[in-house]
C-alpha cells in the first residue's frame, strides 16, 4: 500500500536504532555499536536536502546519544529524540530532558512477577544507568547497574520499567502480556523475552508527535522506519511506514513498504527513494 503521492518527499525522517541502524549480533539481545557507511551517507544525504533527522527509540536517552554521535548528526545545531518508547522526549547536545510521561507501574510489574518471579526488573537512573533487581545479560543495558529491591524500583512514578527473563522467549511474554492485560499501563514485548511497560496512551508515534509540532511539521511529511513490535504506532503514525527486512510478520502487516534487511543496509535502500 502505497499513503503518500507522487511528488512527496519527507521532511521528517524517523529512525529506528537497534535492528535499523544497528545490526543484531547472532544469538543475543545485543547490538553491534557500528554505523554502516551506506547508512550514514544516506541519512547525511537526507539532512543536506533539509530534513529533519530524529531517532525514536525503546533505548534509554543515555543510551541514545552514543549513536547520535556515530551517525555525526549535530551539525552545531540542537537535536531532537525520542527515547524509552515516547515517554522521554530530549534534545543533544547537550543531553536534556523535554518532556518526560511517569506513571505507577507497582502493579503491573507485581503480575508479570506473579508468573515469572526469576524474571529480572529494571528502571532507568537517568544519565547513570539502571536500577535493577539482578544482574541483566552482558550488553543488554548501558551505563552502570545498581542492584536494589523490586519495591524500590516502582515505589515512585516511573517513565518506563523494563522485565527480562532470559529462560523465557518471547512468544511467553506476548502471551503473558494479552493474559494479564496489565491494567493501568502499555506494554511492548522485544526480540527476547523482555518487556517494556510504558505510560497508557505513550509510545514512540506520541513522542514524535510532540517533536514534529515543535518542527513545523507533520505526520504526512514523515517517513519511518522500524524493525520491532514498538515501531507499530509510529510505523501507523507517519506518512509512509517501512519495515526492516528481517522485522517480523506483526510489523510487516501494518508497514506501507518492507526494505532490505539491516545486514543489507535497508535503511541506506529507503532513503535513496528520495535523497
Known amino acids: 500500500m502505497d499513503r503518500v503521492d507522487e511528488g512527496w518527499r ?20 545485543q547490538t553491534l555499536e557500528e554505523i554502516s557507511p551506506a547508512v550514514r551517507e544516506a541519512v547525511h544525504r537526507a539532512m543536506d536536502a533539509g530534513a529533519h533527522v530524529v531517532l525514536a527509540s525503546g533505548r534509554s536517552m543515555h543510551g541514545m546519544t552514543r549513536v547520535i554521535d556515530l551517525l555525526g548528526l549535530h ?21 536534556e530532558v523535554v518532556f518526560e510521561e511517569t506513571f505507577d507501574a507497582s502493579e503491573a510489574v507485581r503480575e508479570v512477577l506473579a508468573e515469572h518471579p526469576t524474571a529480572l526488573v529494571a528502571v532507568e537512573e537517568r544519565g547513570i544507568g539502571y536500577r535493577v533487581t539482578g544482574e541483566f545479560p552482558i550488553g543488554e543495558l548501558s551505563g552502570e547497574m545498581t542492584v536494589t529491591t523490586v519495591d524500590e524500583l516502582v515505589g515512585e512514578p516511573v517513565s518506563r520499567v523494563i522485565i527480562r527473563d532470559p529462560s523465557a522467549t518471547p512468544e511467553d511474554f506476548v502471551a503473558l502480556g494479552r493474559r494479564l492485560g496489565l491494567h493501568g499501563t502499555d506494554y511492548v514485548v522485544g526480540w527476547t523475552a523482555w518487556m517494556d511497560l510504558s505510560p497508557i496512551g505513550v509510545s514512540k508515534a506520541s513522542g514524535l508527535a510532540r517533536v514534529a509540532a515543535d518542527l513545523g511539521v507533520g505526520a504526512h511529511d514523515a517517513l519511518a522506519i522500524g524493525d520491532g513490535r514498538n515501531d507499530l504506532e509510529m510505523l501507523r503514525w507517519v506518512a509512509r511506514g517501512v519495515a526492516m527486512g528481517q522485522a517480523i510478520d506483526e510489523v510487516r502487516a501494518v ?21
Open 10 to 29: 519527507p521532511k521528517l525522517v524517523v529512525l529506528d536504532i537497534d535492528g535499523t541502524l544497528l545490526q543484531w549480533i547472532e544469538g543475543s539481545g
Open 75 to 95: 551539525r552545531g545545531e540542537r537535536l531532537w529524540g525520542v527515547a524509552s518508547n515516547g515517554a522521554v522526549v530530549f534534545r543533544y547536545p547537550p543531553a
Open 255 to 275: 508497514a506501507d513498504d518492507v526494505t532490505a534487511t539491516v545486514e543489507q543496509d535497508g535503511v541506506a535502500v529507503e532513503l535513496a527513494r528520495w535523497f
